[in-house]
Each structure stands twice: as C-alpha cells, then as structure tokens.
C-alpha cells in the first residue's frame, strides 16, 4: 500500500535510515540524534514491537560463561576472545550510561555455571581467564569457585561471576523508544522489500520508494538476505520456554549450562530455559520464526529429570529467536559503500554488546 503525500511529506528526504527496531536500531539512532540534533532520522521495521531477537530474548545481560570463553579463545585464540568480551563489557555500560534501570526489573544477582562432573574447567584454567579479564576491564577474580548444593546432579562444584544479572527485555526496548520519541526520531513499521543502491532508495512496494542519503543496517540476523557481502551472518533460531507457578523451586542466580548453550533463570515463581540448538542444528540455523516442538520437549524433559523438579508444571509459553551468528563471536561494523554502513552479527550477546555496537555505528556512518 502506497504511502500518502502526508505521510510522504512527513518522512521528506531522510539522512539517516536505520533499518532495525532493536537495542542496536534504537542506540544506533539515539546516538546520531544527540549528535546531530538537525538530522532527519527514521528507524525503519517490519513490526512493532520488534521482528528480531531484542524482545524474544531471555533478558540476561550476561558477557560470556568460563566454558564458553574458553572455547572461544580455543577457536578464535585469546586477543580475538578477550576483545569480544571487553565489548560486551563496554556495551552494557554504554547502554546503562543511556537509561534509568529502575523500572527495568533490573538485578545483578550473578550468573552461575553448572557443571557435568567431568567437565568442571581445572583451577589453572579459571586463573588463566581472570588474569586475562583483570587485563581488559580491571576486576580481579571475576569468576570464582562456589560450592553448588542445590542442584544435585550436577558438580558440586560451580562457578560464580558477580557482575552478571537478568532484566525486561521489553522493558528495556520502550525505554530505548520513548527516549528516541522524545529526541523526535521518526518511525516507520512496513517491510522494506529491497534496497535500490544505484538511487539510493528503500523500497517498500512497487508504489513507494523512500530516498535516504544514508543506510544503516541494523537487522541482525537477517541482513544477510539483503546484502551479499555479509554472507558471514548466519541466522541460529533459539528457543525460550517459560513454566506454570512453582512452589518449592527457586533459582537465585541467571544460569549457564553447556557453554552457554542452555540458560535459565526465574521470572517471578516461574522457570524460563533456553537454548539447546546445538543439539539440533540440522533444523536451527533458520530464519523461520516457529517453535521447534522437538526443543520444547526436550527442554521440558532436560528441566524436570536434570534438576529433579517433583511438582507437576506445564509449559505456559514458548517462543524462538533468531541470533545472528557467524565464524566469530566478533560484531560486523563497517561501511558497505559510500552510502551504506552496517552493525550486525552479535552472536546472540545483543543485550549486553547492542548499545556498544548502536553507538560506534553511528559515529562510523556520522563521520564519513
């Protein structure tokens, strides 16, 4: 459906087009707003809220478990690994420097990992990362060793990072909207079809295209599908469920498992787990938004028999998110041409690293 002459009128010439309602979009265009209050800026999505995984998370802000830094400095070696994490640092310090975290159900109540007995990381290895840590953000012993008396089929042994903590993930998106309401950044939800780069347009349908002096991507995940120069985005899906009221359980901690793979934590009385694509990633590297019912009862069976949960529990919701993944855990934040720039593959870190990612892509774009 054609956009009308007022609409047009309203929208005008843009300067700064941002693709994508996320926490990277909405920080992304904060940043270019504060910075050049004269600019025409517009964030552009398919939906409200969100189509990506900003809202659909599990509201962790989290920088990495021991198991899972570790196998990324095995994988990608210990500049690449520890960079990353210094981001993710930087990135939610950039995002609580932009935001009042009172009404966010914010609480930095520590992140624990839980451990199958063979797999506890020996204490050379934890030593080995704090030191690496302290070098990057300067806190000593970030993670430490905790006796682990709750969860009896697990190590007794698990390991603490104080720093860790959970929030609202829709929470925190309004509050990244009305900020950039009250900045008068302009909105628009319709689906971008394709990009004309030769004219420097954003089509919306055969009716409408909206001129832009500058793109910013911000999609994520799906950014892929329109750009072949970022190939090195894959899209993961990732299922979160959430439990009926439970009496008798309680977990007062955010929860890693299996380097990461599978999380939890509370809200309220309930249980919300995640995870577990990497025991199914025939069918989860997809862009399709369903529920794997396979991962749903796999979670389910995973929560009632690994932590012994004796009262009877549904499933009250589930829902998947799609991640944006790739060789490295490392954000793309580039310039794709003279007119286009681009701040995606958060491997599924969007939270803690988003705001970060948001404000050097405006900077790179406001720069040029």
Same mark, same amino acid.
């Given at each position: 459906?054609a956009l009308? %002459? ?6 005008g010439?843009i300067d ?16 270019l707003k504060q910075?050049?209050p004269?600019?025409?800026i ?7 809220p &969100?189509?990506g ?6 509201? %962790?802000?989290?920088?990495g478990? &021991?198991t899972e $830094?570790l ?5 990608n070696g210990?500049v690449t690994? +520890?960079?990353i994490f210094?981001?993710?640092? =930087?990135g939610?310090?950039t995002l ?5 975290t009172?009404?966010l ?6 992140g @624990?990992?839980?451990?199958e007995n063979?797999d506890?990381?020996e204490k050379e290895e934890i030593?080995?990362l ?6 990057k $953000?300067?806190i000593? *012993?970030y993670f430490?060793?905790?006796e682990n008396?709750?969860?009896?089929? %697990?190590n007794?042994?698990? $390991?603490?990072a ?6 609202? &993930? +829709?929470? =925190?998106i309004?509050?990244?909207?009305n ?5 008068g $950044?302009?909105?628009?939800?319709k689906?971008?079809?394709?990009i004309d780069?030769t004219?420097n ?5 055969q009716?409408?295209v909206?001129?832009?002096r500058k793109l910013l991507?911000? =999609?994520?995940?799906f950014a892929?599908k =329109?750009?072949q120069?970022l190939q090195d985005?894959?899209?993961a899906?990732?299922?979160v @469920?959430v439990?009926?009221p439970?009496?008798?359980?309680n977990?007062?901690h955010?929860?890693?498992i299996?380097k990461?793979?599978?999380? +939890?934590? +509370? ?8 995870g577990?694509?990497?025991?199914f ?5 997809t862009?399709?938004?369903?529920v794997?019912?396979?991962i749903?009862?796999?979670l ?8 012994d949960?004796k009262?009877? %529990?549904?499933?009250?919701?589930a829902?998947?998110g ?8 490392n &954000?793309?934040?580039e310039?794709l *041409?003279?007119?286009i720039?681009?701040?995606?593959r958060m491997g ?5 690293i988003g705001?970060l990612?948001?404000?050097?892509l405006a900077?790179?774009s406001?720069?040029?």
């Amino acid at each position: 459906m054609a956009l009308s %002459f007022w609409e047009r009128d309203y929208y005008g010439q843009i300067d700064f087009a941002i693709l994508g309602c996320g926490i990277v979009g909405l920080s992304t265009a904060i940043h270019l707003k504060q910075t050049q209050p004269e600019a025409n800026i517009v964030v552009i999505d398919r939906s409200w809220p &969100p189509h990506g995984a900003s809202t659909k998370n599990a509201g %962790f802000v989290c920088f990495g478990s &021991p198991t899972e $830094i570790l196998d990324d400095i095995q994988q990608n070696g210990p500049v690449t690994a +520890m960079n990353i994490f210094e981001k993710r640092w =930087l990135g939610r310090e950039t995002l609580f420097s932009m935001i009042d975290t009172t009404n966010l159900d914010y609480q930095q109540i520590g992140g @624990l990992e839980l451990f199958e007995n063979a797999d506890l990381p020996e204490k050379e290895e934890i030593d080995y990362l704090n030191q690496l840590i302290y070098s990057k $953000i300067g806190i000593k *012993d970030y993670f430490e060793y905790v006796e682990n008396n709750s969860f009896l089929n %697990f190590n007794q042994k698990a $390991i603490l990072a104080q720093k860790e903590g959970r929030i609202n &993930p +829709m929470k =925190l998106i309004l509050t990244l909207k009305n900020i950039a309401d009250q900045l008068g $950044i302009k909105f628009l939800f319709k689906e971008v079809k394709s990009i004309d780069r030769t004219n420097n347009g954003l089509v919306l349908d055969q009716d409408t295209v909206l001129p832009y002096r500058k793109l910013l991507v911000t =999609l994520n995940a799906f950014a892929a599908k =329109l750009f072949q120069e970022l190939q090195d985005v894959k899209a993961a899906r990732n299922v979160v @469920l959430v439990t009926s009221p439970l009496k008798y359980f309680n977990i007062n901690h955010v929860i890693h498992i299996d380097k990461g793979y599978v999380y +939890m934590r +509370m809200i309220g009385n309930r249980i919300l787990l995640g995870g577990a694509r990497n025991k199914f990633l025939n069918t989860e590297y997809t862009d399709e938004i369903s529920v794997n019912a396979e991962i749903v009862s796999y979670l389910k069976d995973y929560l009632k028999h690994k932590f012994d949960i004796k009262e009877a %529990f549904t499933i009250e919701a589930a829902w998947s998110g799609i991640l944006g993944v790739g060789s490295n855990k490392n &954000p793309i934040i580039e310039k794709l *041409d003279e007119h286009i720039y681009v701040g995606v593959r958060m491997g599924g870190m969007g939270v803690a690293i988003g705001a970060l990612v948001g404000k050097q892509l405006a900077e790179l774009s406001a720069s040029q």
